[in-house]
C-alpha cells in the first residue's frame, strides 16, 4: 500500500472540507443578504456626506506664485491629475495646539469628488497662521467640513484661475476612502477647463 506524502493529505482534507460545507436555506440567505445590505448602507452613510469644496491656485497659494504643500505624500509639489493613481492634493483644516500640529483629516486619506469626477488626496493643509482652528478651514462651513482642492493654473492668468475656483465652489458630496473604479474626467482641473458634472 502506497503512502500518501503529506501535501497530498492536505490536499484531500481541503476537498473535504469544502464539499461537506452546509448550504444555507432561502429564509437563512435572505437574512445574510439583508445584513450584508444594511452593513453596506451603514459604511456608505459614513464614507457618503457632502463638503464645501474651495479651489486654490498657483496664483494664490501659500507662498504665492508656488506649488508649495505642508504634507507630502505621493509628490512634493501639488498637483495630480484626478486618477486613483495619481490623486489631486488636496487641503484640509488644521489645529496648532501645544506647538503639535493636528489635520481634521490624516495626510493620505484619499476622496473622490463626484461634481469633478476626481480623486483627490490629503497633501496639504487649509488655514495659516498661529491658530488656524479659528479660520474658516478647520471650523467648516455652515455645518459642513472645508476642503480646498488644488486647481492648478500657473500655466493661465490669475483671473482665469480665479474663475475657475469659483465655478467648483459649492456645497457638494465626496466619498471618503473611496473604491478604485469611479468614473475620472483625467487632467488639472483648471487645465481640463474647470468641468462639473451634475
Not at 180 to 188: A, C
Amino acid at each position: 500500500m502506497m503512502k500518501k506524502s503529506r501535501k497530498g493529505w492536505a490536499a484531500a482534507s481541503c476537498v473535504f472540507l469544502a464539499t461537506s460545507v452546509v448550504t444555507p436555506d432561502a429564509q437563512a440567505q435572505e437574512r445574510l443578504l439583508t445584513v450584508a445590505a444594511t452593513d453596506v448602507e451603514e459604511v456608505d452613510a459614513l464614507r457618503r456626506f457632502n463638503v464645501y469644496l474651495t479651489g486654490y491656485t498657483y496664483w494664490d497659494n501659500t507662498p504665492p506664485g508656488s506649488a508649495e504643500i505642508a504634507r507630502p505624500v505621493l509628490r512634493n509639489k501639488a498637483g495630480g491629475t484626478g486618477t486613483w493613481q495619481s490623486p489631486i492634493t488636496i487641503a484640509v483644516g488644521h489645529r496648532i495646539e501645544n506647538g503639535r500640529q493636528t489635520l481634521d483629516y490624516p495626510a493620505g486619506t484619499r476622496f473622490y469628488l463626484p461634481r469633478l469626477q476626481k480623486y483627490a488626496i490629503v497633501e496639504d493643509v487649509c488655514g495659516d497662521g498661529a491658530t488656524p482652528q479659528n479660520g474658516p478651514c478647520h471650523s467648516g462651513y455652515n455645518g459642513h467640513p472645508w476642503l480646498d482642492i488644488w486647481i492648478g493654473g500657473k500655466g493661465v492668468s490669475a483671473a482665469e484661475a480665479d474663475e475657475c475656483a469659483r465655478r467648483i465652489t459649492a456645497v457638494q458630496p465626496i466619498i471618503l476612502d473611496p473604491p478604485r473604479n469611479l468614473p475620472v474626467q483625467k487632467g488639472e482641473i483648471v487645465g481640463s477647463g474647470c468641468k462639473v458634472y451634475g
